[in-house]
T-cell receptor, first 115, second 115 residues
Framework: EAQVTQNPRYLITVTGKKLTVTCSQNMNHEYMSWYRQDPGLGLRQIYYSMNVEVTDKGDVPEGYKVSRKEKRNFPLILESPSPNQTSLYFC??????????????FGPGTRLTVT | AQSVTQLDSHVSVSEGTPVLLRCNYSSSYSPSLFWYVQHPNKGLQLLLKYTSAATLVKGINGFEAEFKKSETSFHLTKPSAHMSDAAEYFCVVSDHLDSNYQLIWGAGTKLIIKP
């Protein structure tokens, strides 16, 4: 089954404790991205990757890191989480970043709480 | 600069009556437009998309949207609401910026269905 998977689905952590949210897709998609969703703000892009070893900042990259060593994986790293990073996070993938008409496929989301 | 405005944060309709969710956009190029739906505690799913073909686009679950360039609108409609339509709906513009494409998300409209 074609899908985007994220782990963990739920995470409660403390300020400053490094964490990684994994994302994997099985559709051989070039393009992957991370969003955070906050009430009243819609979805805001954190980082995106056009292909392996190619990553770029989205609208709200501060406090986050990503890497794209393999095509299928795109982990999101919070080196020193803070309470304002409490949010719902979505990983997405699509066929290509060069065509604006391609649909994004979404992971199930990771609900992160930083205390 | 590109932008998306969903004119209503909440829309409440009775079951069996028509649904109208409004979306206006601004874009410098020839955009693609999408509507995504998010059911409570679920990920996002593509409802429909416009990619410069027919201006009236039909999607899943009986939804459709009409692209009106003169009005820069892409409103989502359904003739008869069903309880299962209760969800949050996001209008998205996809446009080219430099050699990449950029997704701009609306803030979302919560659709409430009254029995």
């Amino acid at each position: 089954e074609a899908q985007v998977t994220q782990n963990p689905r739920y995470l409660i952590t403390v300020t400053g404790k490094k964490l990684t949210v994994t994302c994997s897709q099985n559709m051989n998609h070039e393009y992957m991205s991370w969003y955070r969703q906050d009430p009243g703000l819609g979805l805001r892009q954190i980082y995106y990757s056009m292909n392996v070893e190619v990553t770029d900042k989205g609208d709200v990259p501060e406090g986050y890191k990503v890497s794209r060593k393999e095509k299928r994986n795109f982990p999101l790293i919070l080196e020193s989480p803070s309470p304002n990073q409490t949010s719902l996070y979505f990983c997405t993938s699509s066929s290509s970043g060069l065509r604006s008409s391609y649909e994004q496929y979404f992971g199930p989301g990771t609900r992160l709480t930083v205390t | 600069a590109q932008s998306v405005t969903q004119l209503d944060s909440h829309v409440s309709v009775s079951e069996g009556t028509p649904v109208l969710l409004r979306c206006n956009y601004s874009s410098s190029y020839s955009p693609s437009l999408f509507w995504y739906v998010q059911h409570p505690n679920k990920g996002l799913q593509l409802l429909l998309k416009y990619t410069s073909a027919a201006t009236l686009v039909k999607g899943i679950n009986g939804f459709e949207a009409e692209f009106k360039k003169s009005e820069t609108s892409f409103h989502l409609t359904k003739p008869s609401a069903h309880m299962s339509d209760a969800a949050e709906y996001f209008c998205v513009v996809s446009d080219h910026l430099d050699s990449n494409y950029q997704l701009i998300w609306g803030a979302g409209t919560k659709l409430i269905i009254k029995p």
